[in-house]
């Protein structure tokens, strides 16, 4: 027998209380060991959390500040005033588009609620990037635009976005 099956014959010999010997070497960071040890939807939670807290709330804090800036100076805010010039449609296509790209990269045309998710992100932030430019457009030739339907809409594709976005993120993440 030569030295190295003497030795691995050894490793797999019991000990007197029943066990056998170990003779791997930890090379793991505690954080890999955390890491292994975390499961796929615990992982999913801790990225939508991120993204809610960096993507979401930090994107809609602009507005809040226009909000409270506004109502410091005693005028009378309407949501329409603050919301009615098409700001939210670039924070939608900035969710939407960060929510495709991790999607796409990952196989989105392996399954078809993944597939579903990353066309309708991809729709979306097309559609409110073109919408935005619209916008602009008309605001330098100083365009008389109705805030309240914009107001309306934008906050509905967001929300559409929002929740799209959110099951992506955790879709991707799960898809790891």
């Known amino acids: ?3 190295a099956q003497t030795a ?3 490793a797999q010999t ?6 056998t010997p170990d003779t791997t070497v930890a090379t793991t960071s505690p954080q890999a060991e955390q ?3 975390t499961s796929p939807w615990e992982r999913a939670i801790i990225r939508a959390m991120l993204w809610f807290s960096f993507s979401v709330i930090l994107s809609l804090l602009p507005l809040f500040a226009a ?3 506004k109502s ?3 005028e009378v805010v309407t949501y329409a005033e603050v ?3 098409g700001e939210l449609l670039i924070i939608t296509t900035g969710m939407a588009a960060a929510a495709a790209g991790d999607l796409w990269a990952k196989g989105a045309a392996k399954q078809w609620l993944t597939t579903a998710l990353a066309c309708l992100n991809t729709a979306l932030a097309i559609f409110t990037t073109l919408w935005f430019g619209y916008l602009t457009a008309l605001a330098d030739e100083k365009s008389k635009v109705d805030q309240e339907f914009i107001a ?5 594709m967001f929300v559409i976005s929002f929740l799209a976005s959110g099951m992506s993120i955790i879709r991707a993440e799960l898809r790891q």
């Open 8 to 10: 691995a014959a050894d």
């Open 67 to 69: 909000f409270i800036f």
């Open 14 to 19: 019991p000990q007197p209380d029943g066990t």
């Open 35 to 37: 890491a292994v040890t």
């Open 152 to 156: 309306t809409w934008s906050t509905t």
């Open 83 to 85: 919301a009615g010039k």
């Open 1 to 3: 027998m030569t030295e």
């Open 72 to 74: 410091t100076k005693g």
